[in-house]
Antibody, heavy 123, light 107 residues
């Protein structure tokens, strides 16, 4: 069974930093692209970042470029999101998600999701 | 950035009704579009990928269609567990984007 368990969220002051983690199990982690998607309270979904299976390619939404860094440790089956210079608009539930693999090709859809870790930025 | 517009924002429907949700892209995404279902307090669930392919375990009452800029998600007969928020998402180009969602509520 695929499991994704996020941790590391919390209450942080404006301008602060956090490191979000996602522990993966139930699949060959090193074979899949992985992503972070966030959801502000009562709002819709927003894609944040994606990393290739070997970490050689990364993509970010413009609003977090230069502030957030996605990374992974395939030996530890773990995905990370370093979030710096936090702003009020970064307050959200952050989901770890596994991309979809079909016929050996990665499709940038989110096939499995964790339950999320909440980041709250206070001023 | 490709903007996805979902309409309507809310639909009030009865059990057993047929419903069609709409997602319009600001430019062509060919068939690179997915649909997700999200219930309160839960993570989203992938329903449809590449416009018309049902994800594993998704009931046959869910179907997707469209290409280019106009897409639909149809639920042939609403079940109690289908009342939720539905989002579309494109993978045609970075940044990946979601629509604003359509809430399907009980009438």
């Amino acid at each position: 069974e695929v499991q994704l368990v996020e941790s590391g969220g919390g209450l942080v002051q404006w301008g602060g930093s956090l490191r979000l983690s996602c522990a993966a199990s139930g699949f060959t982690f090193s074979s899949y692209w992985m992503s972070w998607v966030r959801q502000a309270p009562g709002k819709g979904l927003e894609w944040v970042a994606t990393i290739k299976k070997d970490g050689s390619e990364k993509h970010y939404v413009d609003s977090v470029k230069g502030r957030f860094t996605i990374s992974r440790d395939n030996a530890k089956n773990s995905l990370y999101l370093q979030v710096n210079s936090l702003r009020a608009e970064d307050t959200a539930l952050y989901y770890c998600a596994r991309d979809m693999l079909t016929d050996g090709y990665n499709l940038e859809y989110f096939q499995f999701w964790g339950q999320g870790t909440l980041v709250t930025v206070s001023s | 950035e490709i903007v996805l517009t979902q309409s309507p924002a809310t639909l009030s429907l009865s059990l057993g009704e047929r419903v069609t949700l709409s997602c319009r892209a600001s430019q062509s995404v060919t068939t690179y579009l997915a649909w997700y279902q999200q219930k309160p307090g839960q993570a989203p669930r992938l329903l449809i990928y590449d416009a018309s392919n049902r994800a594993t375990g998704v009931p046959a009452r869910f179907s997707g269609g469209g290409s280019g800029t106009d897409f639909t998600l149809t639920i042939s007969s609403l079940e109690p567990e289908d009342f939720a928020v539905y989002y579309c998402q494109q993978r045609y180009s970075w940044p990946l984007t979601f629509g604003g969602g359509t809430k399907v509520e009980i009438k």
